[in-house]
């Protein structure tokens, strides 16, 4: 009697206590909730896609930094229920060490693949395996986390699978690279129909399938769309680029109209087809990306599920108000457009922190609770402080600023370093500095370094620092191992050519034997040309004071 006399008691307590915990669970805000349930992740990374090539800009405030002819309807809805961030950067100015990366969390500089040819990379056969991936972060905090890469790879990761992507389209005799943008499979030059140009189409039917799986069997999912488009081989839908055609047309005052026939037309109307194929182009990626995110709507998964959109580099087409473009170290080749949307972040809204896309991992682990410490060698940081408070987020420090370390051998060699506002660049060949604030002057039109000697001092002690920290590589080891690289192709193209030379002497050789080995021969010299003139260019390279 006494026991039930007590629970009888406390009832009341207990059902107020229940009340109260009820309560707090609904105030709590969005990103607290996202704790409770694994959140999922989206990204969708475009290719070569510039600043203000979409129809959005960046900047709100500043509606001229929109692209005036193209149409990028479903980003910029994307943009109204998320974050768009104006000082977001890609790792490097072209796609492969930016690609790698995204993944590790790390500077390119660190993560050991610095350039597309990456020489001293391949040379020193430097691991990516030893590296932890984003997908292998998150299997790490939430085994039931399902993850898949599906698109444009990263060749010196090799096969996605090995760096924990349960489900991936790399069904071809190579990983995926920017070639499975330009045929359906590289290795037999077989064609991708002309309905699914640049695979966008292709690449939202694997995805939106992928996505139904997910609301089917419930489990969190962390998947990348990987566009091959807008990178060249420009190719577009035929309606969609009359579409293009037309305006054009218009807007030029060309009677008649333009036809959809590049090679037919003059140089000002093949241009004009140039342009509109590319515009074309990017608005078949937007489709593209609409009948993804319009499936994650649909079938339940939006409200919890953090999609980023961003670029692994720069355009090559103009980007203003910016400098450069693609391969180039100047904010026209580093800065992209970046949206983010997701649990608790506020509508239709803009950060003006610069972030890099090497946070993603950190920022990804914090989201998603994981309990599993982070590798120590990480350069990113969590961006959760911005995503929930916007420019009101305070970001933890970061140790080595912004560090974009290019020393190419095939275009000029830069190194360059964003601490607060100001941007320095070092070309590598001269030692030369220039200095830029680009939190006003995002154009780097006033160049600083004369007139502040002392910020130069600091920024270049400190990028020194990071850099042999790091390992980071030299552009003398970088000019001396291409030299060493082509100077072995050479003697390999003499080799076949003096052997070929000498088959083609012999007596009785059948006609197909000839015709064989003189196809051979041909082949041989044609490479010997070509690496005889890599040789020259690389001297010419060694030597260039160029800044662009």
Same mark, same amino acid.
């Given at each position: 009697?006494?026991?039930?006399?007590?629970?009888?008691?406390?009832?009341?307590?207990?059902?107020?206590?229940?009340?109260?915990?009820?309560?707090?669970?609904?105030?709590?805000?969005?990103?607290?909730?996202?704790?409770?349930?694994?959140?999922?992740?989206?990204?969708?990374?475009?290719?070569?896609?510039?600043?203000?090539?979409?129809?959005?800009?960046?900047?709100?405030?500043?509606?001229?930094?929109?692209?005036?002819?193209?149409?990028?309807?479903?980003?910029?809805?994307?943009?109204?229920?998320?974050?768009?961030?104006?000082?977001?950067?890609?790792?490097?100015?072209?796609?492969?060490?930016?690609?790698?990366?995204?993944?590790?969390?790390?500077?390119?500089?660190?993560?050991?693949?610095?350039?597309?040819?990456?020489?001293?990379?391949?040379?020193?056969?430097?691991?990516?395996?030893?590296?932890?991936?984003?997908?292998?972060?998150?299997?790490?905090?939430?085994?039931?986390?399902?993850?898949?890469?599906?698109?444009?790879?990263?060749?010196?990761?090799?096969?996605?699978?090995?760096?924990?992507?349960?489900?991936?389209?790399?069904?071809?005799?190579?990983?995926?690279?920017?070639?499975?943008?330009?045929?359906?499979? +590289?290795?037999?030059? !077989?064609?991708?129909?002309?309905?699914?140009?640049? &695979?966008?189409? @292709? %690449?939202? *039917? #694997?995805?939106?399938?992928?996505?139904?799986?997910?609301?089917?069997?419930?489990? +969190?999912?962390?998947? !990348?769309?990987?566009?091959?488009?807008?990178?060249? &081989?420009?190719? @577009? %839908?035929? *309606? #969609?680029?009359?579409?293009?055609?037309?305006?054009?047309?218009?807007?030029?005052?060309?009677?008649?109209?333009?036809?959809?026939?590049?090679?037919?037309?003059?140089?000002?109307?093949?241009?004009?087809?140039?342009?509109?194929?590319?515009?074309?182009?990017?608005?078949?990626?937007?489709?593209?990306?609409?009948?993804?995110?319009?499936?994650?709507?649909?079938?339940?998964?939006?409200?919890?599920?953090?999609?980023?959109?961003?670029?692994?580099?720069?355009?090559?087409?103009?980007?203003?108000?910016?400098?450069?473009?693609?391969?180039?170290?100047?904010?026209?080749?580093?800065?992209?457009?970046?949206?983010?949307?997701?649990?608790?972040?506020?509508?239709?809204?803009?950060?003006?922190?610069?972030?890099?896309?090497?946070?993603?991992?950190?920022?990804?682990?914090?989201?998603?609770?994981?309990?599993?410490?982070?590798?120590?060698?990480?350069?990113?940081?969590?961006?959760?402080?911005?995503?929930?408070?916007?420019?009101?987020?305070?970001?933890?420090?970061?140790?080595?600023?912004?560090?974009?370390?290019?020393?190419?051998?095939?275009?000029?060699?830069?190194?360059?370093?964003?601490?607060?506002?100001?941007?320095?660049?070092?070309?590598?060949?001269?030692?030369?500095?220039?200095?830029?604030?680009?939190?006003?002057?995002?154009?780097?039109?006033?160049?600083?370094?004369?007139?502040?000697?002392?910020?130069?001092?600091?920024?270049?002690?400190?990028?020194?620092?990071?850099?042999?920290?790091?390992?980071?590589?030299?552009?003398?080891?970088?000019?001396?191992?291409?030299?060493?690289?082509?100077?072995?192709?050479?003697?390999?193209?003499?080799?076949?050519?003096?052997?070929?030379?000498?088959?083609?002497?012999?007596?009785?050789?059948?006609?197909?034997?000839?015709?064989?080995?003189?196809?051979?021969?041909?082949?041989?010299?044609?490479?010997?040309?070509?690496?005889?003139?890599?040789?020259?260019?690389?001297?010419?390279?060694?030597?260039?004071?160029?800044?662009?």
């Amino acid at each position: 009697m006494g026991e039930k006399k007590s629970m009888y008691v406390f009832r009341p307590l207990i059902i107020l206590v229940n009340r109260c915990l009820i309560a707090l669970i609904f105030c709590l805000p969005a990103a607290s909730l996202s704790r409770v349930k694994a959140p999922n992740f989206v990204i969708i990374y475009a290719d070569d896609l510039g600043y203000s090539q979409l129809s959005i800009p960046m900047m709100k405030e500043k509606p001229e930094y929109a692209h005036p002819l193209h149409q990028t309807p479903n980003i910029a809805k994307l943009a109204k229920r998320g974050m768009r961030f104006s000082s977001a950067y890609a790792p490097s100015p072209v796609c492969t060490p930016s690609r790698a990366s995204i993944q590790f969390g790390m500077t390119t500089a660190r993560v050991g693949c610095i350039s597309i040819h990456d020489v001293v990379m391949n040379k020193r056969r430097i691991d990516m395996g030893k590296n932890v991936s984003i997908a292998e972060m998150i299997k790490a905090a939430n085994k039931n986390h399902v993850t898949a890469f599906f698109g444009k790879g990263c060749t010196p990761m090799g096969w996605f699978k090995d760096h924990g992507y349960d489900v991936t389209d790399f069904n071809h005799k190579h990983p995926n690279g920017n070639a499975h943008g330009d045929w359906w499979e +590289p290795h037999t030059k !077989t064609p991708i129909p002309d309905k699914d140009p640049k &695979r966008v189409f @292709s %690449l939202a *039917k #694997t995805s939106v399938d992928f996505l139904e799986k997910r609301a089917e069997d419930k489990k +969190p999912f962390f998947l !990348t769309i990987s566009h091959y488009a807008v990178h060249v &081989r420009n190719s @577009s %839908l035929e *309606k #969609t680029r009359k579409k293009y055609l037309s305006i054009l047309a218009k807007e030029n005052g060309i009677d008649g109209g333009i036809s959809d026939n590049k090679a037919g037309e003059s140089n000002n109307l093949r241009s004009l087809w140039e342009q509109a194929n590319y515009a074309a182009m990017m608005e078949d990626m937007d489709t593209s990306i609409g009948l993804v995110l319009d499936k994650l709507k649909a079938v339940g998964l939006e409200e919890n599920t953090y999609v980023i959109f961003s670029s692994d580099n720069g355009g090559g087409n103009q980007n203003p108000p910016l400098q450069g473009g693609k391969a180039k170290m100047w904010e026209g080749g580093l800065r992209v457009p970046m949206i983010v949307a997701g649990p608790g972040i506020e509508a239709n809204s803009q950060c003006d922190h610069p972030v890099a896309q090497w946070d993603y991992l950190t920022t990804m682990h914090d989201l998603v609770g994981s309990e599993v410490p982070l590798p120590k060698n990480l350069d990113g940081i969590s961006l959760r402080p911005v995503f929930e408070k916007g420019n009101a987020g305070k970001l933890a420090k970061r140790e080595s600023g912004f560090i974009f370390h290019f020393p190419a051998f095939y275009t000029t060699p830069i190194t360059a370093f964003r601490l607060g506002d100001y941007k320095l660049m070092r070309q590598l060949n001269t030692g030369e500095i220039k200095l830029f604030n680009v939190a006003e002057d995002m154009g780097e039109s006033k160049e600083l370094s004369k007139k502040m000697p002392k910020k130069v001092k600091e920024m270049v002690l400190k990028l020194d620092a990071y850099l042999m920290r790091v390992g980071a590589w030299s552009i003398k080891e970088v000019y001396d191992t291409r030299q060493e690289e082509l100077d072995g192709w050479i003697r390999q193209d003499l080799k076949r050519i003096t052997e070929t030379r000498k088959k083609l002497t012999e007596q009785d050789l059948k006609i197909e034997t000839k015709s064989k080995l003189k196809t051979g021969m041909q082949k041989a010299l044609q490479n010997s040309k070509r690496h005889q003139k890599g040789l020259k260019e690389l001297e010419r390279q060694r030597t260039s004071s160029d800044w662009f």
